[in-house]
């Protein structure tokens, strides 16, 4: 995921279906962004956190390479690479962590806390060290220094 320029796109699920009758494998998604709606594809490649089933009315986080051509039609439409499921006052962001436990972006700050799960993409604890690696983070409240700092409640560590 090294070549990846992730943006992430919040919503709630309006509404599933699959993209062809006979395959059940890729799904168009669309999501209310409070903004609008958009689209995503969500494919047999598309890593959903926790092998969630994604269902209307779920509150999630979807992410796409915004460095991979996406076709000019309204409502957007977006290959989505991650899905999340996400509670309604939570942030997810995707992101490399610097040594000094900022994101790439510079965009947070992280303060690993007691509380803080830190597990692999299959849910086994990750003891490793996160710096220098592509994490998600689950968060809500920041600080309002630059950049934020937050203190997690779970990291998800692809392997």
Known sequence: ???????PVNGIIQEIHRLLEDDCCNHMVTLETGDGVVNF???????VINEVRLKEGMAVTAFYDATMPIPLIYPPQYQAIIVGQRNQDESIIATYLNPDM????NSIKI???????????NGQPYTCG???RFILVYYSVT???????T??????VPC
């Open 143 to 149: 600080t309002r220094s630059i950049p934020p700092g």
């Open 41 to 47: 594809t969500v494919k047999f490649d598309t890593y």
């Open 111 to 121: 303060n690993i806390g007691p509380d803080t799960e830190i597990v692999a993409t």
């Open 1 to 7: 995921m090294a070549q990846l320029n992730l943006n």
């Open 130 to 132: 996160i710096t220098n």
């Open 102 to 105: 900022t994101a790439s972006d």
């Open 151 to 156: 203190t997690p409640r779970k990291i998800i």
